[in-house]
C-alpha cells in the first residue's frame, strides 16, 4: 500500500512513517521541511503537486494520513484574527485539500483509508487553546461527515485523537514558558496515566486505522490520551 503522511517529518508524523514502513507500505513524508515531498498543506497548488509526484513515483495511493498541524495559545479576548485564519488552512482546509487532491487514487484503491490527526482537544474543553481547540474539533466533525460521504466511495475516514504528547511541538511549547520543568509537570499531572503519550503509540493507532485489518471501522475518533477525555 502507498501512503502519504502530512507533517511527516517530525513527531507523530515521522513515528507514523516509520512503523507503515516497518509493516511493508511505502510511506511517503509529505513536510514544509524536511520530508521526502516538500509540501506546505495551506497551498492548494503544491498540494495537488505532491499527489502528482508520489503517483509519478509509486503508481498508486491508498492511504492519507493528514498529519499536519500547527499550534495557539490563547483566548477569544483580543484574538489574533489571522493567526486564527492561519490555523484554520493548516489545520482544517490542509486535511481538505489533501483528501481532495487523493480522492482519485482513493477511490480507485481496494483498501482506501484517510486518516486525520484530531486532538483531546477537541472534545476537552482546555485553557488557552480557542482556536486550536476549534480547529481540531472542525477535524472531528470533517472525520465523520467525510465518512458519510465516502462509504460509497469505498474510502474509510477515521481519526486519532492524542493527549499530550512527548514531540518536538510540546518541546516546543515548553521552551516559550517560564519554568519549562514546571510546565512539563502540570502536563504529566493532567495525564491520569501519569506520563505524556508517545508518538508511537498514536502512530500505531494510526497504522491500525489505515490498515486493511480495520474494514469494518469507519466515522470513528479513537481517543489515544492515556484517559484525559474520559478520566478522573
Ligand atoms: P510536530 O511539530 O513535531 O510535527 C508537525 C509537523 O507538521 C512538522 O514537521 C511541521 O513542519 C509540519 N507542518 C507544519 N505546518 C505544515 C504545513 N503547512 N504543511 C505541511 N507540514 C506542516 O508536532 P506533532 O506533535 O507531531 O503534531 C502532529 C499532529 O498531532 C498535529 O496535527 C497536532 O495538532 C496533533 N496533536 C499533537 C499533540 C501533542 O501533544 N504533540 C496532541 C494532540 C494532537
Not at 48 to 74: P, W
Not at 175 to 191: F, G, H, I, M, N
Request: aromatic share 4%; hydrophobic share 50%.
Amino acid at each position: 500500500l502507498v501512503a502519504i503522511v502530512t507533517g511527516g517529518a517530525s513527531g507523530i508524523g515521522a513515528a507514523t512513517v516509520t512503523l507503515l514502513r516497518a509493516r511493508g507500505a511505502t510511506a511517503v513524508s509529505l513536510d514544509i521541511s524536511g520530508g521526502d515531498v516538500m509540501c506546505d498543506v495551506s497551498d492548494t497548488a503544491q498540494v495537488a503537486a505532491a499527489v502528482a509526484e508520489v503517483i509519478a513515483r509509486h503508481g498508486a495511493l491508498d492511504i492519507v494520513v493528514n498529519n499536519a498541524g500547527i499550534g495557539a495559545s490563547g483566548t477569544i479576548e483580543d484574538p489574533d484574527l489571522d493567526e486564527w485564519r492561519r490555523l484554520f488552512e493548516v489545520n482544517v482546509l490542509g486535511a481538505v485539500r489533501m483528501s481532495n487532491a487523493a480522492l482519485p487514487w482513493l477511490t480507485a484503491s481496494p483498501h482506501a483509508s484517510i486518516v486525520n490527526t484530531a486532538s483531546v482537544a477537541a472534545d476537552t474543553g482546555l485553557v488557552m487553546r480557542a482556536a486550536y481547540s476549534a480547529s481540531k474539533g472542525a477535524i472531528t466533525s470533517l472525520t465523520r461527515s467525510m465518512a458519510a460521504d465516502f462509504i460509497p466511495l469505498g474510502i474509510r475516514v477515521n481519526a486519532v485523537a492524542p493527549g499530550t504528547a512527548a514531540t518536538p511541538w510540546v518541546a516546543r511549547l515548553l521552551d516559550k514558558s517560564d519554568d519549562p520543568e514546571l510546565a512539563l509537570q502540570k502536563l504529566t499531572a493532567r495525564q491520569p496515566i501519569g506520563r505524556l503519550i508517545t508518538a508511537e503509540e498514536i502512530a500505531y493507532g494510526i497504522a491500525y486505522l489505515a490498515s486493511p485489518l480495520s474494514a469494518s471501522t469507519t466515522g470513528t475518533v479513537l481517543p489515544i490520551d492515556g484517559g484525559l477525555h474520559s478520566l478522573r
